[in-house]
């Protein structure tokens, strides 16, 4: 084993708690200096347009970027993701609470809906640019 990558999914502490994660910042960290201190090379799986993501928290995660790989050289960024609504989670039981999707939309030949209540497609891009290029905004 030489790569490994790891759900870092935001570099901004109030998005992880929004997220439910169960690791925070300096965990995220250390997991990924240790793999690169051990060897193997990290990859960052991120996420863009959670809800409520903002500038702040997009700068937030670049600021994370740039902490644990100032050279840009240690750990690949392997993909940022919009955010994909799916049945069992909590995101999905809001959009339901909420009306803004039903239990209907499964019974049509269709992939899993993007994410869109509090921002567009284009403003969700340019969340994910932002990360991908380490460029506030």
Request: proline letters at 5%; glycine letters at 10%; hydrophobic letters at 35%.
């Amino acid at each position: 084993c030489n790569k490994v990558a790891f759900g870092i999914e935001s570099g901004s502490a109030g998005m992880l708690k929004s997220l439910c994660k169960s690791n925070d910042l300096e965990v995220n960290y250390q997991a990924l200096r240790y793999s690169v201190e051990f060897g193997l090379n990290p990859t960052m799986l991120l996420m863009a347009g959670n809800p409520g993501e903002t500038k702040e928290t997009i700068n937030e995660t670049v600021d994370f970027m740039w902490k644990v790989d100032p050279t840009r050289t240690e750990i690949s960024i392997g993909n940022i993701g919009g955010v994909l609504v799916f049945p069992g989670t909590q995101l999905y039981m809001d959009c339901l609470k909420s009306g803004w999707l039903d239990d209907s939309y499964w019974l049509q030949d269709v992939p899993p809906p993007w994410y869109l209540r509090e921002f567009d497609l284009e403003t969700m891009q340019r969340y994910a640019g932002a990360i991908g290029f380490r460029r506030k905004i």
